[in-house]
């Protein structure tokens, strides 16, 4: 029980500490590199099966994200594309065994969930211009600028904190069950935990696009 | 000696009453959203999609409150940072 809070250290490198979760993220995201590879080393007009898998989950994305930020889809896919196949990939990675899914780490989602943070302003930034973006958060009313910016932050704190609790209670769930009876019992939660991680993927995903798309949509107040 | 399993006791009860009220609320509200979501839909079918999406969001963001409770109570039975200073 204390393993999954404190995830056992594998090797020091260099005086940091390399635990299980790093090297689970190594392990999704090799195959992620590699299937990706694979699929797309000969791409053709007219897709064959393999290929067609990879152009689902892309046009899915990108109709996703069009649909909630119309105009943007193609400037916000490489970011909330990568964060949605990584998220998914690493939830239903704990049910491998060996590994240990990477998204049960706080330091993981806090470190996914800075990723947004830091990409709000820069595609606000980047779209709006300086003023512009800038100018939106005394939107209302400059008394409320520091709402804005605290918003901002415990929005990313919630963010973190969701995927992590989330993963991480369905882990320590099947470490229960599995405890109480190692054979049948945890099998209908691990078929549960593939659910919720997806669940949970989609979740950031949208969110994520949400929180993006408040900040470059042009300021109609 | 009594003062440290009566803190221990404190922990516990704490950490699952804490599990159960901050569980239940969150339960009413998404039941709540759920129920006025499927009537809406139901009521609009063309409208399922934008509606379900709406919906995941708002879910998502019921739930952390149940997650932030979790957490409490995981730090509370495991990472406890009192009982360093109970147990010396």
Request: proline share 6%.
């Amino acid at each position: 029980m204390e393993e999954i809070l404190n995830p056992h250290v594998f090797f020091v490198f260099l005086g940091i500490p390399v635990t299980k979760t790093v090297v689970s993220t190594w392990v999704v995201m090799a195959f992620l590199v590699l299937l990706s590879f694979l699929l797309t080393r000969k791409m053709r007009p007219v897709p064959t099966r393999l290929q067609n898998v990879l152009e689902l989950f892309v046009e899915a994305i990108l109709h996703l994200v069009e649909e909630m930020s119309p105009g943007n889809g193609k400037r916000f896919l490489p970011l909330v594309g990568t964060l949605a196949l990584f998220i998914g990939t690493s939830d239903v990675a704990g049910l491998v065994p060996w590994l240990k899914s990477p998204t049960s780490d706080f330091n993981t989602t806090l470190a996914l969930a800075l990723v947004v943070f830091f990409a709000v302003p820069f595609y606000g930034i980047t779209i709006k211009g300086v003023r512009n973006y800038f100018r939106s958060y005394l939107s209302p009313s400059p008394i409320l600028a520091p709402f804005h910016v605290i918003s901002e932050i415990t929005r990313t704190v919630s963010l973190a904190l969701r995927l992590f609790g989330n993963i991480m209670g369905e882990e320590i769930i099947i470490a229960i069950l599995f405890l109480l009876s190692p054979l049948f019992l945890p099998l209908p939660m691990m078929l549960f935990s593939i659910f919720t991680g997806i669940i949970q993927a989609y979740i950031f995903t949208v969110l994520s696009v949400v929180y993006l798309s408040a900040a470059v949509e042009s300021s109609g107040h | 000696m009594q003062g440290e399993i009566l803190f221990l006791c404190v922990t516990v009860f704490t950490a699952g009453f804490s599990i159960a009220l901050g569980v239940m609320f969150p339960a009413i509200g998404q039941g709540k959203a759920c129920s006025q979501a499927l009537e809406s839909i139901a009521r609009q079918p063309e409208a399922a999609g934008p509606i379900s999406r709406t919906l995941f969001v708002g879910l998502a963001m019921l739930e952390s409150l149940a997650i932030y409770v979790l957490v409490v109570s995981f730090i509370l039975l495991f990472a406890n940072p009192l009982l360093r200073y109970v147990f010396k």
